[in-house]
């Protein structure tokens, strides 16, 4: 059984989770419950879902309905043709 986080703690998760950063709220939630790397996941992203329905024009969450998971919204742009500029690599 998971240990609980407390109310300052789920603030603390939100705030990181509205400002786009989901590695940093799932270790903050994987660090005081012990739980593994993918339930750890899986919760965030259902605590995003539930933020969204709470705060729908304030929380990232479900912007696009298309985007179902963590890794698809992790997944990197591809680039439109091949002539873009903005994926060139370095020198």
Same mark, same amino acid.
């Given at each position: 059984?998971?240990?609980?986080?407390?109310?300052? +703690?789920?603030?603390? #998760? *939100?705030?990181?989770?509205?400002?786009? !950063?989901? #590695? &940093? *709220? #799932?270790?903050?939630?994987?660090?005081?419950?012990?739980?593994?790397?993918?339930?750890?996941?899986? *919760? #965030?992203? !259902?605590?995003?879902?539930?933020?969204?329905? +709470?705060? @729908?024009?304030?929380? @990232?969450?479900?912007?696009?309905?298309?985007?179902? &998971?963590?890794? +698809?919204?992790? &997944?990197? @742009?591809? *680039?439109?043709? &091949?002539?873009?500029?903005?994926? !060139?690599? !370095? @020198?």
């Amino acid at each position: 059984m998971p240990n609980e986080l407390t109310d300052a +703690q789920w603030r603390v #998760i *939100a705030a990181e989770i509205f400002a786009g !950063r989901m #590695i &940093s *709220a #799932i270790n903050l939630y994987r660090s005081p419950t012990g739980l593994d790397l993918k339930d750890s996941e899986d *919760a #965030i992203e !259902r605590y995003e879902v539930e933020l969204h329905n +709470q705060f @729908p024009d304030t929380a @990232p969450a479900a912007a696009d309905p298309s985007v179902t &998971s963590f890794s +698809q919204r992790m &997944s990197p @742009p591809t *680039a439109v043709n &091949s002539d873009s500029t903005h994926y !060139r690599s !370095r @020198p």
